[in-house]
């Protein structure tokens, strides 16, 4: 477990990914099994679950709000996800994306908001820069996303974080620091999971968070 900022929670380092809800032969989602699933973890000191509307067009979402509709707000951690794919391309998608999955999840606040399989980068990335709060602890992507295998303007999300007073948090597993040193473009913190790549034959089960240094 691990102090989350300054609110007073102590939430589980791990988390439950709602894109990983069973599917049966027909490809329709097991509810059932999701709802075991989620249960069985939050008993067992998970707090944190993430979801997205891309997962199942909302389907995800309604479930998760089943889930957790009579569980204690501060019991868990819920992070949902920005799709460009699947907005409604106005000028107005980003906030009305927002306005949908907090009625979907029976919400009046995400704890984590992420910018999903983005395109378009520089247009998200001012539209992101609107949703700033007093209480938002840091900005988080990766080098090269997974599975759109999109590159992050590294330089351009770390102005935005720190013009906001907060770090610019870099996953780069995908490209290993043979092929991207993200503090060479402004990042603060870079993480790895080592099992993949820098593991290399995939044999050890591991990960590492590097500070660079530069942020107070």
């Known amino acids: ?70 569980l204690p707000r501060e019991s868990y951690l819920i992070s949902d996800k920005f799709t460009p794919q699947c907005a409604n391309g106005k000028p107005t998608a980003m906030a009305d994306m927002i306005e949908m999955q907090l009625g979907l999840m029976e ?12 395109w378009d980068a520089p247009k998200w990335t001012e539209e992101l820069a609107k949703y700033f709060k007093p209480n938002t602890k840091l900005v988080f992507g990766e080098t090269i996303t997974n599975p759109t295998v999109s590159v992050l303007d590294i330089e351009k999300f770390a102005r935005l974080a ?16 043979v092929n991207c040193r993200p503090f ?16 290399g034959h995939a044999v050890g089960v591991g990960g590492c968070i590097v500070d660079s240094g530069n942020f107070d």
């Open 107 to 118: 919400l009046d606040r995400f704890d984590v908001y992420w910018i999903h399989n983005v």
């Open 184 to 199: 060479e473009f402004g990042a603060d913190i870079v993480t790895h999971s080592t099992t993949k790549y820098m593991d």
């Open 162 to 177: 720190h013009s906001h007073g907060v770090p610019l948090i870099v996953d780069n597993t995908f490209a290993t620091p």
């Open 1 to 70: 477990y691990r102090k989350f900022g300054n609110t007073g929670l102590t939430p589980s380092v791990l988390g439950f990914g709602m894109m990983r809800m069973k599917r049966d032969e027909k490809g329709n989602y097991d509810e059932k099994w999701t709802i075991d699933t989620l249960r069985y973890a939050i008993d067992n000191g998970l707090s944190y679950v993430d979801t997205a509307y891309a997962y199942g067009m909302g389907t995800s979402e309604k479930v998760l709000a089943g889930f957790i509709r009579d």
